[in-house]
T-cell receptor, first 114, second 113 residues
């Protein structure tokens, strides 16, 4: 079985401040991990993914995430928030090989204040 | 620009009516997912196809929902009869097993009154 837990349904930051969105996973095998972003009335778009290569993964729009096996975490960060980063962010886990199916967390809404 | 296309984008229907949602996956992709998104439940997997064969539909209410892939360019999700609790945004996504990531369509917002 696999699952993800996103800590905090809402995160509020000021423009220019550090963004930190938390994700912890549970998986019986080494996982693949993903962060997706969803803008209003849009589908989900892949930000970045971890597939057992480098533990620090860089994605689009200046986001990055670090895979920490000892902490079973895959937190998403961005050094400086921009107003356009306001969106819903989803962490997802899947299992390499076999019938992989991404399992999504409940999402974290990022609010950026001017 | 390859993308997953879903139709219709919005659908309002009366309780008891049949609803069909359509999805055109990205050409060459061999996996298709149907997800339902609600405020209460978040993103729920309804069905999963690989090479057009249904591999997992355990999340789908079998008595009223059905999912098919008549060919590689079309996936359908049907609800018959529809109920107000089916109101949600339904997403189709496609991908390649080798790459693991899923590419999402823009969704169909279904309202059952």
């Amino acid at each position: 079985a696999q699952s993800v837990t996103q800590l905090g349904s809402h995160v509020s930051v000021s423009e220019g401040a550090l963004v930190l969105l938390r994700c912890n996973y549970s998986s019986s095998v080494p996982p693949y991990l993903f962060w997706y972003v969803q803008y209003p009335n849009q589908g989900l778009q892949l930000l970045l993914k971890y597939t057992s290569a480098a533990t620090l993964v860089k994605g689009i729009n200046g986001f990055e995430a670090e895979f920490k096996k000892s902490e079973t975490s895959f937190h998403l960060t961005k050094p400086s928030a921009h107003m356009s980063d306001a969106a819903e962010y989803f962490c997802a886990v899947s299992r390499p090989g076999g019938s992989y199916i991404p399992t999504f967390g409940r999402g974290t809404s990022l609010i950026v204040h001017p | 620009d390859a993308r997953v296309t879903q139709t219709p984008r919005h659908k309002v229907t009366e309780m008891g009516q049949e609803v069909t949602m359509r999805c055109q996956p990205i050409l060459g992709h061999n996996t298709v997912f149907w997800y339902r998104q609600t405020m209460m439940q978040g993103l729920e997997l309804l069905a999963y196809f690989r090479n057009r064969a249904p591999l997992d539909d355990s999340g789908m209410p079998k008595d009223r929902f059905s999912a098919e892939m008549p060919d590689a360019t079309l996936a359908t999700l049907k609800i018959q009869p529809s109920e107000p609790r089916d109101s949600a945004v339904y997403f189709c996504a496609s991908g390649l097993v080798e790459n693991t990531e899923a590419f999402f369509g823009q969704g169909t917002r279904l309202t059952v009154v």
